[in-house]
Each structure stands twice: as structure tokens, then as C-alpha cells.
């Protein structure tokens, strides 16, 4: 396939990881912000072929995982709803809200429905005008161009029956959180490529230069991963804090302005809480007032639901990287992606999945960062 | 860290979800949550030695040194009709081959509809034509059958139940605990066809693939490979779950490691970039015309032969080999030289999909 075996190509591979030994002359940390990296690390194994000077640590960057547990209460008690349709895409179906997930709203007689796209969600509620169809708009800046595009078009039809319930999520800030905590101890970012192509990389040049912290935009395959560690590490020996490009064939500084366009004049910024982490200010979306009546927080007027997460699942500490999936007494023993405690161990992106799917053993654990 | 399960204490936590008080569709995916329920509803009450087994087939013997083979297999794919075949060649393939794959010569088959009101009747006459077709390329004959209406709504058009039965030559053992390290791993052709087919005759795709259905009876492309060998010691075919799904379950019968190579998996340009869209694995998509067999090291090349000079196996390649450890696991060697665990799908990948 065109674009993807060349960046799968071993032999090109290991000559970027020969690379990396040959420069590298101490231990350094880098923090691969996407899940989309994590997945794409631990599934090709690139940790084990790295030197071992190089500790990746996994970000906060899966939109599912860091979803806070209240809106997916939320998303529940609305799909259980007797006239509505709910529509969202696949991973989320299986995220344990405090009381069920939405396969088991469906298994109950909840109309829940898989789409890969929230154009799909509108057209569902052209053709089911007696229902109502709600969209369960997660993500990052990645999803943000298609999930306002639901609503404009919405907006454009006329159509009434349709809304969005929203939980995004921004990297730039996530980053920062990260930080400007007392236990960092992240040296080094590979940035998120598919959150550049929209929103491009100008934001970060600012973060590089206040933490004094070199990034690279990396993107999804062995040959970026490793192109985009090799780009970080060169930063780090020779001590600079450079925003570097290494996923050109998708990311410009300034990235998609016309995407950008459309989120903005549909969203506005707000302060999110992030499930595991915690409030982060204006790290999150949220409508517009012009645009509220397509806000299914506020169509269903559900009540806000205080939970708790489990004390046992140690997701926040994992998604802010300061410990390893299976550093967690409960990895693999009582949570599993069959019966997970935590977010990081159900979606595809998630550490813990990751981890839990593809190690062929447990390494060595270490306590991190204390 | 100390591996140990922790003792848990209420509230427990984002409440784990077992799902083991409803069901859902992640229980007929073929993965784990599948083997789970067999386990633990069909097994304690029903346990018989041929039903523990857990083969294709069950295998009993009824009088000295007769052996006959049993499977039966409910079908409920949507669409009715998709490239490559339809619902009616499918009732009487994946039975037959669930026979086969024990390495019994199937004989006959009973098949039971289930037909929603309102159903044309120029549908079923396909559907039943292509059964007889595909049970003329077969050599099986169906016997008998049954039929049942429900009201409109309480079925989706029309799903149909068959059982094969089949002989045993004497002596053979073909099972999923009969793999021994060093035994070669093959597969009759490429992998995901048939559930990416079915997916795009669903309009889910939003993009057009042109591939079909792998469907096949494979009973003949067994009879060649059992002409040539005794040394054949798995027969399974990779359907709902798909290849990763069938390999697991070996792994854990016969308690030995499987070790892949992926750059020898046959994954047809098509699959591999539909899979690429839409995030899945073709070790996990669904066949319908394909089995894994896993044979001694020995007889590998004459069996491969034999293979590819038959309709369905012209592809056939060895995909990996059996390790004595780790127990129970399927590892993948990637094409950059790491090592990874393919693991059971944990829940529903893609409904009604046979």
C-alpha cells in the first residue's frame, strides 16, 4: 500500500535505530503523546528493538481513555432513553461508565448504533425524523473538523433531531499540565501528527521554549516513530529545545485553516475535566452558544452524576506517564480488555491494551518518577 | 512487583463489566467472550467427552471401529446475498467444513429455516438453489429439514441451522490437541476475504473493494491433503474470530506456543487496506473458504504440493510453526524482528457475519 509499507520497510527501520544508538550517550525519557503511538509502539515492538538508554513513556493522548467517567454516565442514561438514537464510534461502547457501558444499554433495549463518521449521525436523523439522534463527540483536535462539520451541516438541513454530546479534548494543554508537575521527569516529546494536520504545530513552539523541551511531530508508522525519536534524541544531545517537523507529508505550522475555521466558529474554548488526570483549564471544546441547541447535555438535561473511579486502577498515573501499565496490581490479573477497570485497558489506544494485547513478557518494573 | 490478585474491597471500581448476567453481541464474536460463555453455561450442565473435546466437530464412536463425525452450525448473516455467495451456500459450507475438519468425509446434512413473515418466496428459492449447488460440489445430500415461520420483525428475513454428519476413517486422530512443537503451520489461501466482503455488500465500508466471499466446501482439498500424509494433526477453519481466534484455541487444546511470521501471512491488497481504514486485523476477520493445518515438519512440503494443485488451495503456505513454549499463547514475529502476542478479540468485532 502506497505510504504504508515504505514506512514499514525493516531494513530503513533499523538503519534510523543504529541511528539513535550511535548518538545517544545517556538515559533520556520521551513521552509519545497519541495512543495512536503507543498502539502503533508496542504492536511493532519498537521499544524492544530501541536502546535501552531510550524510555518511552505513554501521554495522555486516548481520547476514549481520558473521557471523565461523569459524561459517560451521562452518555448512558441518554442512550437509554426510549426515542433516541446513539450513535458513536466503536471504542466507546465498551468504556465502563460507574453503573453499565452501552453494550449493556443495548443489550437492555437501547438503540446504540456504531458510526464511523458523525455525518453518518446526521444522516440518521434525516431518516428517523421521530427520533431523536445524539452523537457522542469525543476526541482530540483530530475528530474536531468532522464533528462541528455534524453540526453545520445539521444546522444547514434544517434538521432538529439531531445533537452532540461533547467531550473534547486539546494536546496543547495536556502537555503543559504534564510539565509544569512537580514529578515530571518527561525529557522529550513526540508530538501527536494527526493533531498537527489540523491544528498545525505552531502552538508548541511557545511550550518548547517556557520548559525548554525539544518535540518532534511524529507520526504513526515504525519508520516515524522511530524518525520522530531520533529527531527528539539528536535535540537532546546537542541540548536544544527545537519544535521539529518529522511528519511532513501531513503537518505544516500552520496546519488545516479551514479546519480550524469551522472549529472555531463552532466551539469555544472551556475547562475539561480529563477521566484519571483531573481539570485541566481550557483544555477542552465545548459549543457555542449560537450552536447550543445541538448540545445533548443540555437537549436531555440529564443531572450531573458524581462517580468514583476504582482505587485500584492507576490510569491517571498511567496517562500522565509516571507509571508503566504493568506496574498496576490489578494489570492482567483482575483487569482485562474483557473486564476492564479503567479506560487505558479498553480502547485500542489505550496503554494498558496495549501493553495487556501485544508484551510477550512483563519487563522489569520500576517505580517511576518518585 | 510480585504477580498476586489482589484482594478487592467495595466500591470496586469503574465496576467491571463481565456481561455475565446479559447477553451481548461480544458473546458470538468468536473471542473470548464466546469461549467464556461455552465454558461456563454450555460446558457444566451438557459435559460429554466429545462435547469437551471443543473441535469443529464432535467425534463419537457408535459401534466398534465406526466413527462418525457431528456438527451443526446456525447461520444469520446479513446481507442474504453478498459477493461470492449468499446464505444458502454458507449453511452448507461452514457445515461441511466443520466436518471435514476432523478429518471425517461428510456425508449428509439436515437443515432447519427460520422465515419472517412477509419473506418473497423467489429469495428462499434462491437461497435453497444455492444450497443444492454448493452440496452437489460438496458430495452431500440433505436429508431433511424443517421449517418455521415468525411474525414480521422477530427474524431478519431468513436464517438457516444445519447439521452434517460424517465418517471417520478408523485411526485418525485430527484435533486442536494434537499439535506437537515443530509441526509447520499452514493456511489453504488469503486471509479476511469473506468478512470484508460481507462488510461492503453492508454499505459500511464507504468504499468499494471488489473482493468476494471466499466461501468454499473444502472436504476435497482434506481427502488430497489426507491422501498424502499421515501426519496431519490440526484441521480447523478460521471463521467468526478469524485466523488469530482459531490459532489461540489450538494453542490452548494442545498447551504449546504458535510463533507466526507475519511477513508470510497471504492478506490480499484489498483486506490489508480496508483493515488499514478501518483499524482492524486481518488475523481477526472471518473466512469461510480457508483452514489452517498444522502438520509434522516432514510431510509440510509434500502436503503444500498436494495443496496447491487443488481449486482452493492454490495458495497455500506455511504462515509459522509450533513452539513448545509459551504455553497457550499465539506470538507473532513482526516484520521488523520484534516479537508480539496475538491475543482471543476480547468482544463483538463484526455481527452476523456467517
Redo the contacts between chains.
Sequence with gaps: ?KY?TEY?N?EL??GVIEKIKDITTQHWTLMEICGGQTHSI?????D??LPSEIELVHGPGCPVCVTP?ELIDKALAIAAKPDVIFTSYGDM??V??????L??V???GGDVRVV??PLDAVKLAQENPEKEVVFFAIGFETTAPANVMSVLHAHQLGIDNFSILVSHVRVPQAIEAILSSPHNRVQGFLAAGHVCAVMGYWEYIPLAEKYNIPMTITGFE?LDIVQGILTTVESLEAGTHDVNNAYIRAVTEKGNQSAQAVINKVFEECDRKWRGIGLIPGSGWRLKHAYSKYDAEKRFQVETIQ???????ISGLVLQGLKKP??C??FG???????????TMVS?EGACAAY?????Q?PD?REIGS | MTKKTPTIESPICAIPRKHSDKIVQGHGSGGKMMADLIKDVFYPPLANAALLAGDDAGVVEISEGVHLAISTDAHVVSPLFFPGGDIGKLSVCGTVNDVAMVGAKPLYLSASFILEEGLDISILEKVVNSMKEAADEADVQIICGDTKVVAHGEADGLYISTTGVGLLEPGLTIGGSQAKPGDQVIVSGSLGDHGIAVLEARGDLGFETKLESDIAPLNHLIRAMLSVSNEIHVLRDPTRGGAASALNEIANQSQVGILLNEGSIPVKPAVAAACEMLGFDPLYIANEGKLIAVVGPEDAPRILDVMRKTKYGKEAVVIGQIEESPPGRLLLKTGLGSTRIVDLLAGEMLPRIC
Design positions: 500500500m504504508l514499514r525493516a527501520v533499523h508496542i504492536k511493532n515492538g519498537l524492544q528493538l467517567l461502547l465498551r465502563p461508565g460507574s453503573q453499565a457501558d453494550f449493556s443495548r443489550a437492555q464511523y463518521s515504525p462517580a468514583e473511579e476504582s482505587p485500584l486502577c504493568d506496574q496490581e490489578a490479573t483482575i483487569c482485562t480488555p474483557e473486564n476492564p477497570l479503567g479506560a485500542d495487556y494485547r501485544y508484551r510477550t512483563t518494573s
